[in-house]
């Protein structure tokens, strides 16, 4: 399996349908939800159900999308360092559990706006308390978490792929500088600080090109390969 | 006793300690859970609810125990799917660990809410409501991920003829009919304890056990094990 030419190339198809997944759940999610109040919020998902399940199912093919590119980065890069790698399949996985957690939270939002709407929809009710916590709490913390171990991760991807050089070394080294600077952004939103979506938008360019890169390319063949028997 | 027979005796025994466990919890559970008073039950009984929670944990540990022991075996055949349902199937356990949580996190709410006096129409209500809805996305969403990883094992089963063709692709058949009934649910038009739901979880859950039976009294195909580490000698001189 390690030396089947078609890996990588399905680890690129990987990354892309990762990338569409996570960015289509995120859009149809925002048509449902709106920017409104709590309360706007739980009105919207009642009356948008259908779209929200979609929503949600969409955001678990992403979860298990994850844990597919996940085992197939493991099985092209661990030659170069094994530990390295089992420990960046094991962010990942961490990464794909709190993706799934945060979908709970959404979830569990669909019979409570139906309660809310059944109940009337009263202003500031225990309604409101228990959608923020599924909201902000469960949904959008779980949701950072997820960027946080994928980060982690990433950054040792990088790093097993520029030790490798199985594709350009300016890749990956701007795959480092990207993962890094989104971890930094994680980090200060873990500590409430407000962040520029800067910090995390080159994150779309940089899976998109190793995603085509890998796809189109492949690997390098006879590359200056170190494998851990030589080092 | 030659190790690949051990593994499959052990595998065998994880996939029934799996099934009962499974079953048994929801015994425990389920006459609770479903009443109209749910919130009353669970903190009347709450030996019964611990102690099907604990059956749950045993569940999700045989479940992730599987793709670990047969992890050795499967990858000799092929890496990459080996690996992928030993983390479909982690992933599986510990979205079970976080149904457990919120199966414990609501026996909490019901002892306040029974301190308090079982007060109609409160907020105890809205937050049991939640507490049941996170416990059953996060054991659907287990489901999703099992249903993941047994596709890979029983892929490699058929492409290796470790076990006889007819019981992996009774699995391969098997485990879309449980997707199915996961994506219903997910849009609301099935509950997990409906009769159809039932008569489609049964060919795997007959399945699993005929397996396990297998494994624990023939094991392996030995001309399988033998052409699977004739692969892996090979890729090492590679």
Redesign the interface.
């Known amino acids: 399996?390690?030396?089947d030419k078609n890996?990588p190339r399905l680890l690129g198809a990987a990354f892309l349908f990762v990338m569409v997944a996570s960015i289509l759940s995120g859009l149809l999610l925002k048509s449902v939800v709106g920017s409104g109040s709590i309360s706007d919020i739980l009105v919207n998902i009642s009356d948008n159900?259908?779209l929200m399940?979609i929503s949600?199912?969409v955001g678990?093919v992403t979860s298990?999308g994850i844990?597919?590119l996940?085992?197939?980065l493991?099985?092209v890069l661990h030659k170069q360092n094994k530990i390295i790698a089992l420990v960046a399949?094991g962010w990942w996985?961490a990464e794909?559990?709190s993706l799934?957690?945060s979908?709970?939270?959404l979830?569990?939002l669909?019979?409570?706006s139906l309660?809310f709407v059944e109940a009337g929809a009263p202003a500031a009710?225990?309604?409101q308390?228990?959608g923020d916590f599924?909201y902000s709490g469960?949904y959008q913390q779980g949701d950072n978490i997820h960027m946080l171990f994928y980060c982690l991760g990433g950054i040792l991807w990088f790093y097993l792929f520029y030790r490798s050089r199985y594709i350009p070394r300016v890749i990956s080294v701007l795959g480092l500088a990207i993962e890094s600077l989104a971890l930094i952004g994680m980090v200060l939103l873990l500590f409430a600080v407000s962040v520029n979506m800067f910090f995390f938008y080159p994150i779309i360019a940089l899976e998109l090109t190793i995603g085509l890169w890998l796809m189109v390319k492949g690997i390098r063949d006879g590359s200056e390969i170190k494998t851990e028997n030589q080092t | 006793m030659n190790t690949n027979k051990k593994t499959a005796r052990i595998v065998g025994i994880l996939f029934i300690t799996a099934t009962v466990a499974g079953i048994l919890s929801v015994v425990f559970l389920r006459p609770i859970l479903d009443a109209p008073d749910y919130l009353i039950k669970v903190s009347a009984n709450e030996n019964q609810v611990i102690i099907g929670g604990l059956f749950e944990l045993i569940m999700a540990v045989a479940c992730a125990g599987i793709a670990i022991w047969l992890y050795p075996v499967l990858k000799k055949h092929n890496h990459a799917l080996a690996l992928g349902s030993v983390s479909f199937r982690i992933i599986e356990a510990a979205l079970y660990f976080v149904a457990v949580t919120g199966l414990l996190s609501l026996l909490t709410l019901s002892q306040e809410f029974v301190k308090v006096g079982a007060p109609v129409a409160s907020n105890f209500q809205a937050l049991g409501t939640s507490l049941l809805a996170v416990r059953d996305w996060a054991g659907q969403l287990g489901m999703i991920a099992f249903i993941l990883g047994a596709l890979m094992y029983y892929y490699i089963f058929y492409q290796s003829k470790l076990i006889p063709r007819w019981l992996s692709g009774w699995g391969l058949i098997g485990v879309p009919f449980w997707l199915a009934v996961s994506l219903l649910i997910m849009f609301g038009s099935l509950t997990a304890s409906s009769v159809l739901a039932t008569f489609l979880y049964l060919p795997i859950a007959v399945n699993e056990m005929v397996l396990a039976v297998w494994l624990i009294v023939k094991g392996f195909n030995p001309s399988a094990i033998a052409s699977g580490s004739a692969k892996t000698d090979i890729n090492e001189i590679k």
């Open positions: 399996m390690n030396s890996t159900l259908t399940r949600n199912v678990l298990m844990v597919v996940a085992v197939l493991y099985i399949l996985l794909a559990i799934a957690v979908k709970i939270g979830f569990a669909i019979p409570l309660e009710s225990y309604f308390t228990l599924l469960v």
